[in-house]
């Protein structure tokens, strides 16, 4: 694969993501509106662990795909990296393999922890 | 007020800090947090969760467009990431301890010196020998020009990365993407091009918000139902933005876009000093 073919492949990937995660938080949108529409909302006190993603099963459905959308939203970036970490292994760029390996730790070790 | 109505609202809201942010290439979320905050009541973290996810929409779909045109560096990047994505999760965790008061005085700070640099566009390079570690680690790139592809040196490795753990802790501690900082710490102390230091940012802002996003949802700041018409303002504002032509207007946008933030950093900061913001 050329450098340039690797970027394109890059840019689709991220249109993708970006795509995809909208589509699914509109869809949400929608039914959480059309569902919880009338309902008061205050957001003026933050209720801690709440809305945490192990809490996630006991929002109500429209709330959860919203969440689904984001959480989709959140895997491109790191979709983008683990690429790189691909295209430098495939170069043999044993320095860059490295340092991208760094990265996807760091970020994988944030997501991970989101679940406790 | 009803659910429908907060979401009109803030969707409208979003869209126009998009159309601006894309315009004037500062990012559309740092003015989201403190409207959102200061204009409709919404306790700060939620408004932090829902404008970190907005920066990783809105970064994300901006570098698909520039990755295709080849001024993005993938090393650069990828080397400051290191930093930048520790900082975000040093500083998500930090948001744990710090006082929401200081937090929006530190936020105010952040805005002000943003609508400085509005007002004031960076100036280029000051001169800087080339660092031979760049070359060590191959950041050395280049980028099309007008005649074939320009060649760029990098300077001054080690400041610049200390100053992308700076971006990242701020990015993390208070949901923005700091691609101000970002292009300041390339185009002026590693002597990058200003166009492979915006496009490089850019990459960068949505990998770092995603080092962030992790600890919020886990701390519960990422409220869905608040961070939907914010996600989706905030991508429709700036790709209606990233489509309107750079013209003589944009001198003037900045200048609005300056006065807005810097009115938006008073208040945020007599907020967090008042304890108007808990």
């Known amino acids: 694969m050329t450098d340039r073919e690797l970027e394109l492949t890059v840019g689709k990937l991220l249109r993708t993501g970006v795509s995809l995660a909208a589509a699914v938080v509109l869809a949400g949108g929608v039914w959480y509106l059309a569902t919880n529409g009338a309902a008061q909302v205050d957001y003026r006190h933050f209720t801690p662990g709440m809305h945490r993603l192990l809490a996630i099963g006991t929002l109500p459905p429209a709330e959860v795909a919203i969440q689904i959308g984001l959480l989709l939203l959140i895997a491109t970036p790191i979709a983008r990296v683990a690429f790189a970490l691909v295209a430098f292994a495939l170069e043999h760029d044993r320095l860059y393999v490295f340092f991208t390996l760094a990265v996807l730790v760091v970020l994988l070790f944030s997501i991970g922890t989101s679940w406790l | ?278």
């Open chain 2, 1 to 278: 007020m009803s659910a429908l109505e907060f979401s009109v609202i803030v969707f409208a809201v979003s869209a126009v800090a998009g159309f601006l942010g894309s315009l004037t290439g500062l990012g559309g979320g740092v003015v989201v947090t403190p409207v959102l905050t200061l204009m409709l009541g919404v306790d700060l973290h939620y408004a932090m969760g829902a404008t970190l996810v907005s920066v990783i929409a809105t970064s994300s779909g901006a570098a698909a467009a520039y990755v295709r045109e080849g001024f993005s560096n993938l090393r650069v990047g990828m080397f400051l990431e290191i930093a930048t994505t520790v900082g975000a999760v040093a500083g998500a965790h930090l948001t744990r301890v710090v006082p929401a008061s200081a937090l929006a005085v530190i936020f105010g700070l952040v805005l002000a010196y943003s609508a400085w640099v509005s007002w004031h566009p960076p100036k280029e390079g000051d001169g800087s020998a080339p660092d031979p570690l760049a070359a060590r680690l191959k950041l050395d790139g280049d980028y099309p020009g007008p005649r074939g592809r320009i060649h760029y040196r990098v300077a001054r490795v080690k400041a610049g990365l200390s100053m992308m753990f700076g971006a990242g802790l701020l990015s993390g501690l208070l949901g923005i993407g700091s691609g101000a900082m970002k292009v300041i710490a390339m185009d002026r102390f590693m002597r990058i091009p200003f166009k492979v230091s915006t496009t490089t940012s850019n990459f960068m802002i949505g990998v770092t918000a995603a080092a962030s996003a992790g600890v919020y949802l886990s701390r519960g700041y990422i409220q869905p139902a608040l961070a939907m018409p914010v996600m989706l303002g905030v991508l429709a504002g700036s790709l209606v933005g990233a489509r309107q032509l750079m013209g003589a207007r944009t001198r003037v946008l900045r200048a609005v876009f300056a006065v807005v933030v810097g009115l938006l950093a008073l208040e945020m900061i007599y907020n967090g000093l008042s304890g108007g913001l808990r």
